[in-house]
T-cell receptor, first 111, second 113 residues
Framework: TQLLEQSPQFLSIQEGENLTVYCNSS?????LQWYRQEPGEGPVLLVT?????EVKKLKRLTFQFGDARKDSSLHITAAQPGDTGLYLC???????????FGQGTTLQVKP | DSGVTQTPKHLITATGQRVTLRCSPR?????VYWYQQSLDQGLQFLIQ???????AKGNILERFSAQQFPDLHSELNLSSLELGDSALYFC????????????FGPGTRLTVT
């Protein structure tokens, strides 16, 4: 059974601080997605990484896919209150549409 | 706005009843996915349809069924509802049959009383 473990589960920081969220598995995934979800709304796709070692940047967010394609990280620089939300990683298979989601990291950025 | 639409937004029903949730994918997307999100289980994959055919199945209960119609919209049918079926149900869509780049709808909140 493929599992994705995210850490930490909860993070409360002050505006301007940096943070990193980790997503780890013992399984290899063909793709890794990061989503952000607001309460009562659907997850919004932030990024997809598909190549081992790949790094993608989205403004203050940096995403990295591990060399072995088993883990990923999300780094936020100078966090802002607007970054508050639930961050979910999801691993995908190349031959089916099934996404395996991590349990999520709830981020609170205080002004 | 992801371009994926779901109706209804909220649904309250009693145990033992049957409900139908509806999803319209983004224009041009051939795959539709259904997910269930609950507090204790997180976001769980239920089933995928690709161009009208079932493509992948997850932890979907036998009381649940889905289909994708020729116009590519999809319906998720939940029957003999139990209290534990209360959850957010999301539909997602993608262009292809693989798992990349799935775009989620706003969800249907189902409350079973």
């Amino acid at each position: 059974t493929q599992l994705l473990e995210q850490s930490p589960q909860f993070l409360s920081i002050q505006e301007g601080e940096n943070l990193t969220v980790y997503c780890n598995s013992s399984s290899v995934f063909s793709s890794l997605q990061w989503y952000r979800q607001e309460p009562g709304e659907g997850p919004v796709l932030l990024v997809t990484v598909v190549t081992g070692g790949e790094v993608k940047k989205l403004k203050r967010l940096t995403f990295q896919f591990g060399d072995a394609r088993k883990d990923s990280s999300l780094h936020i620089t100078a966090a802002q209150p607007g970054d508050t939300g639930l961050y979910l990683c999801a691993g995908g298979s190349s031959n089916t549409g099934k996404l395996i989601f991590g349990q999520g990291t709830t981020l609170q950025v205080k002004p | 706005d992801s371009g994926v639409t779901q109706t209804p937004k909220h649904l309250i029903t009693a145990t033992g009843q049957r409900v139908t949730l509806r999803c319209s994918p983004r224009s041009g997307d051939l795959s539709v996915y259904w997910y269930q999100q609950s507090l204790d289980q997180g976001l769980q994959f239920l089933i995928q349809y690709y161009n009208g055919e079932e493509r992948a199945k997850g932890n979907i209960l036998e009381r649940f069924s889905a289909q994708q119609f020729p116009d590519l919209h999809s319906e998720l049918n939940l029957s003999s509802l139990e209290l534990g079926d209360s959850a957010l149900y999301f539909c997602a869509s993608s262009v292809a049959g693989a798992a990349y780049e799935q775009y989620f709808g706003p969800g249907t909140r189902l409350t079973v009383t």
